[in-house]
């Protein structure tokens, strides 16, 4: 297929965060595994703080927002589908970062996604030498090399039928590489997550505003009930072909 596969998510462009989907099967046991073939081609997609501005105002501001459903959750999935349908000559198939199966077991391991596309660095427990936790349980949390913690991962866009085998991995950078920083990263993550400091690991480029704290400190239920200002330049046509960050993606001759 000649055409690009270009798709805005971020208020600027990001380099491609591109990954063979056998690199992410391999990491994992067979029932978190995807069922594509190992040189299948996968984006992994990130939004930054520039997405509550360019993508979540606005689609507060349409039509498509349902009740009883996180807005957020919503904006993602009404992006990948557009992308569907602004694409109809390629197969393309998403999957979002809440998405779950029947048995609530989740379709998709975000951060390991991230880590093995060297998009975030995933910091967990075996990448500390010396334990100070014992029995207690300590999650993981993945560190961006610009935007530090102020970043989301918002799932995969798969290419069924599209394969990569020259493709190279790509490791992410070791954001936080001494043993004292990581244990101070995974403390401020699991029992002080709520002051955000964890996220300023590494100076971000840019962090969310106040406005946008608020939001996504607010339960799921509640945020339809919140009042966002609206943003300034709001594209009158906006809810159509434009969507909001940038992932800019030259998909293989030929196929």
Known sequence: MGKSLTWWISGEPTLPVSV????????????F?????????????????????????????????QPLK???????????????????????DFITDYDMHPNRRPKLLAQTAAHVAGAAYYYRR????SDPWG????????IH???????????????????VPDLPPLAPPDCVPTQEGRIALLESFNFHWKDWT????????ERYSEEQKTYFSTPPAQRLHLQVQPKETVD???????????????VPQGT
């Open 145 to 163: 090399p610009r935007y530090g913690g102020w970043f989301a991962i918002r799932g995969v866009v798969l290419l069924p039928g599209v394969e």
């Open 236 to 250: 009158p046509n906006w809810g159509g072909h434009l969507v909001a960050p940038r992932i800019f993606a030259p």
């Open 198 to 205: 964890y996220r300023d690991v590494v100076v971000p480029v």
């Open 126 to 129: 075996q990448d500390v030498g």
């Open 70 to 92: 996180d807005p957020v959750d919503q904006c993602v999935a009404y992006h990948f589908t557009q992308l569907q349908k602004n694409l109809p000559e390629q197969k393309i």
């Open 20 to 31: 063979q989907v056998g690199w992410y099967n391999a990491l994992l046991p067979p029932a």
């Open 135 to 142: 029995n207690k349980k300590i999650a993981g949390v993945c």
């Open 33 to 65: 595994q995807l069922p594509l073939p190992g040189p299948t081609l996968a984006f992994v997609v990130l939004s930054t703080p520039a997405m509550f501005d360019r993508a979540l105002k606005p689609f507060l501001q349409s039509a498509h927002l």
